[in-house]
């Protein structure tokens, strides 16, 4: 049995993540740790790795402690760009053997729907990206959304696709989204969403439509647990569920 604490388990997500541990036969939920509480809990609990979905101001503490500490920790939480990466890089390499795994999306589909965008990049003259979630979301556009743009820039520079045609010279501003590595990105917010995005592609009298839809936070769990039954045979660092799905 695996020792797991959460961190925000009076969260959105981290209520799901708590209820899907506790049904596990092998990992045990020793500690529920949310705002206001010590992070001395998770020593105290004994935790050997630590869920974390609370908030970007307030994550890369919680790794450092946890870093410091010795334990593992599988992270949801959004907010992380190439500086705090290399900070994470520089703590884990003064504690060899601890394992940190930050997965923009935890649900399957959306790593499949991030892995085929980047396929389907380089056959598309045009590709941009809208994401949908729901109002009380912090971050904007979300970390899927940044990790697509970021995976389908790399798949067409590496294809040697140049930049996508857009004639706009004058609009309001916003109106073309934000741009993560030359792709427009489009954050909608609206009641009644959680999670979802679409990733387009056209080309020459065509268009393709890749979608995926969270409609449960339910559907990010089974990627939490798989991340926490492999964290420890994966020390460092590493970025993206799909390192532990087998996927080529
Ligand atoms: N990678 C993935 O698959 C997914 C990632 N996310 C990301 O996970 C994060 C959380 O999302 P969600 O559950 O919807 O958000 P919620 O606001 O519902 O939950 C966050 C919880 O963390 C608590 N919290 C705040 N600060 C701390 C702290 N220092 N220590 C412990 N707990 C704390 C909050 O308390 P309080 O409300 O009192 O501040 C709240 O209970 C976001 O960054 C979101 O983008 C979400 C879904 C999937
Ligand atoms: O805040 C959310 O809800 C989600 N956050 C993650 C993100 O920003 O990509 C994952 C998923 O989209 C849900």
Redesign the pocket.
């Known amino acids: 049995m695996t020792r797991v604490a959460v961190?925000?388990a009076?969260?959105?997500?981290?209520r799901e993540v708590c209820r899907a541990v506790e049904e596990s036969d092998d990992l045990e939920l020793v500690a529920r740790?949310?705002?206001g509480?010590s992070l001395d809990a998770l020593v105290e609990s004994g935790a050997q790795a630590v869920v974390d979905?609370?908030?970007?101001d307030?994550v890369m503490d919680?790794l450092r402690f946890c870093v410091e500490h010795g334990i593992h920790a599988v992270v949801?939480?959004?907010?992380f760009d190439d500086p705090r990466l290399d900070t994470l890089r520089g703590w884990l390499a003064d504690a060899p053997g601890v394992g940190v795994l930050i997965?923009?999306?935890?649900?399957i589909g959306a790593v499949l729907m991030m892995r085929f965008a980047a396929q389907a990049a380089p056959f598309y003259e045009s590709v941009e990206i809208v994401e949908l979630h729901h109002p009380d979301?912090?971050?904007a556009p979300s970390?899927t959304a940044r990790r697509t743009a970021q995976l389908v820039a790399a798949a067409r520079a590496e294809a040697g696709s140049g930049p996508v045609p857009d004639a706009t010279s004058t609009g309001l501003e916003g109106a073309r989204g934000a741009e993560v590595d030359g792709v427009h990105v489009h954050a909608v917010r609206s009641r009644g969403l959680v999670?979802h995005q679409e990733v387009l592609l056209g080309g020459l009298g065509e268009t393709l439509t890749i979608r995926h839809d969270s409609m449960d936070?339910a559907s990010?769990t089974p990627g939490v647990l798989t991340g926490l039954r492999a964290i420890a045979d994966h020390p460092g660092l590493t970025v993206g569920l799909e390192e532990f799905l087998g996927l080529d």
């Open positions: 961190l925000g009076l969260g959105k997500v981290g740790v949310d705002a509480d979905f609370t908030h970007p307030v919680n949801g939480t959004t907010g997965a923009p999306n935890f649900s979301k912090a971050d970390g999670a936070r990010f």
